[in-house]
């Protein structure tokens, strides 16, 4: 889960989104007037999509998982929580079918306050929450990476655990390979991993290398320390991180 920057909307989908919401908002049954509409809404659903469809750190495919090719516009917090945001553009998320449909589905944890302990990639930094282990797992850092791990099944499914340790290999690998060759690596050498499966693995990767935390890793110190000279080049390709 990698941060997204939300881009404003094209003012013909924004009135659509409001014109929508005041039915709702107008409506003595909110959440039923608000599935309805929503299951009409085919040409609003595909506008949405075509516009998260170019917000992808990796392009196409899912903002949660990023394994999966993005087919849903899910709604971050679900209809039957609050029906009032269902065209609201800040609550739509690019899914995979997966995570929308049969992991999270209408799960929505909150803290006692009510705040979301899901993370929201257009929101909030994945790596500030979790952290990838050389195996492929998830391991939490906070309570709400906890609960994103469960709540998207993040390690539940064998094969991105399995994808995600062949991605930090394989990163490892590239940057093993740039020590051997230059003295230090630029933003054009890194940006083809964006467009790689490798991409959330490299972005784990990079928050690694700010943190200090390759070593422990099985990353050579020799390694891990060139990295942590290239954390400028690490930046412009995660711009939207906190490294």
Known sequence: MIPIA????????????AARTATIVASAHPPRTARASWNSAKTTRQQLKGQLLGMCARPSFCMYCYE????????????????????EWNNH?????????????????TDSAGHPLLLDPSVDDSADHMTLASTGLFLDLTPRGRETIDVLGLNARSELVEARYRSWRG????FA??????????A???EDL??????????HFAHDAAAGRLVHKAVAPELAGYASRNL?????VFPDCRL
């Open 6 to 17: 939300r881009r404003p909307l094209p003012a013909s989908i924004s009135a659509q989104l």
């Open 68 to 87: 999966s090719r993005g087919t849903d516009v899910d709604h971050f917090v679900p209809i039957v929580r609050d029906p009032v945001r269902t065209f």
């Open 93 to 109: 998320i690019l899914a995979c079918g997966y995570c929308n449909q049969q992991a999270k589905k209408e799960r929505f944890p």
């Open 171 to 174: 990163v490892v690998r590239v």
């Open 177 to 186: 390979q740039a020590a051997r060759d230059k003295p230090a690596v630029d």
């Open 188 to 190: 054009d050498d890194l």
């Open 194 to 203: 964006r467009f790689l499966p490798v991409v959330d693995a490299f972005h």
């Open 232 to 236: 400028s080049a690490l930046r412009s």
